[in-house]
Nanobody, 127 residues
């Protein structure tokens, strides 16, 4: 399994970015659930959005709800994170992650162990 993120960069507050996660070795069905996490400087890693796997659900955590959206392109084996109305506190390294199995909508709100991680792509939002 490989997860390769891209699309990070420097953006002004209020701007938008779209992150991509090119995957190989996983499927976008009940066998895998996929998530985006982020880690701000000197802080722990936190989930921002996830897919359930089996039910096709798409979920964003409360802190980014209405601004960030996760979606997939099955034909391209790619997961995206569309980030709008960016704030300086969104600064961090963003990681794509996958775990085996299907989970209920919002599973990334809980501390489930992750099976696969990408190396991350940095996002910096200037004020």
């Amino acid at each position: 399994v490989q997860l390769v993120e891209s699309g990070g960069g420097l953006v002004q507050a209020g701007g938008s970015l779209r992150l991509s996660c090119q995957t190989s070795g996983i499927t976008f069905d009940h066998r895998y659930a996929i998530a985006w996490f982020r880690q701000a400087p000197e802080k722990g890693r936190e989930a921002v959005a996830c897919t359930g796997g089996g039910d096709g659900s798409l979920y964003s955590v409360d802190s980014v709800k209405g601004r960030f959206t996760i979606f997939t392109d099955n034909a391209k084996n790619t997961v995206y994170l569309q980030m709008n109305s960016l704030k300086p506190e969104d600064t961090g390294v963003y990681y794509c992650a996958a775990k085996r199995g299907a989970y209920n909508r919002g599973w990334c709100d809980y501390d489930y162990p992750i099976d696969y991680w990408g190396k991350g792509t940095p996002v910096t939002v200037s004020s």
